[in-house]
């Protein structure tokens, strides 16, 4: 019986030590863990928004190309930058908007319908993938209440009157530019002289 209680306290003693160790290794484990976590959520970052920055700055359009030629991982890209940096989801929608509008002034002098929407508002995806809801998430100009038949590419310079700010970024400010002046010239009816 003796024996047994002389065993009994350095057993209880190392067992006592086994668990602060094993507490002490899930605390590491679990630092280890959230310090990988941070990483990946960082290099995603990183990732989605260099696809974007790069996808935005070197979108060209032909004559025939819509916004829904734009592949559905760059606009899941797009979708994902809203959530991480708000201000770069903004200014990369705007460089494509701005891009387009001034694209089909060049080519055609006009801007074309970019969307038709339904007439319920209950009939249109909100969460569908398309550059239009992300551009509908930035500005908030998609209303329920007072839902719209059309959306033309021209929006954008409603944007842009709106949001002044954007225009400090270079590429934004050239195609805006680009956008004044071909207005100017269908205005004045330089394109329609013999």
């Given amino acids: 019986m003796n024996l047994n209680k002389i065993l009994f306290l350095p057993i209880l003693l190392l067992l006592i030590d086994c668990n602060q160790k094993q507490e002490q290794i899930d605390r590491w484990n679990k630092r280890i863990a959230e310090f990988e976590e ?25 004559r025939s ?3 829904d030629s734009i592949p559905i991982r760059i606009i899941k ?5 809203r959530t991480i940096d708000k201000d770069a989801h903004e200014k990369y929608v705007t460089l ?3 891009k387009l509008y001034a694209e089909h002034l060049q080519c055609c002098h ?7 929407f339904p007439r319920k508002v209950s009939d249109y ?17 998609l209303n329920k209440d007072n839902f719209p038949e059309i959306w033309t590419s021209e929006i954008v310079e409603k944007w842009l009157t709106e949001n002044q700010k954007l225009l400090k970024y270079e590429s934004i400010k050239k195609y805006n530019q680009q956008i004044r002046t071909i207005s100017k010239k269908i205005a004045n009816g330089d394109y329609w002289k013999n």
């Fill in 96 to 98: 494509i908007f701005t």
């Fill in 77 to 81: 890209a797009f979708k994902e930058l």
């Fill in 125 to 141: 995806d909100f969460d569908k993938l398309t550059m239009v809801n992300e551009f509908a998430f930035m500005s908030g100009y």
């Fill in 38 to 62: 941070n990483k990946k959520s960082e290099f995603k970052l990183q990732d989605t928004k260099k696809i974007v920055m790069e996808f935005s700055e070197q979108y060209t359009l032909n």
């Fill in 110 to 116: 006009q801007s074309y319908i970019i969307e038709n």
């Fill in 65 to 67: 190309e819509k916004l």
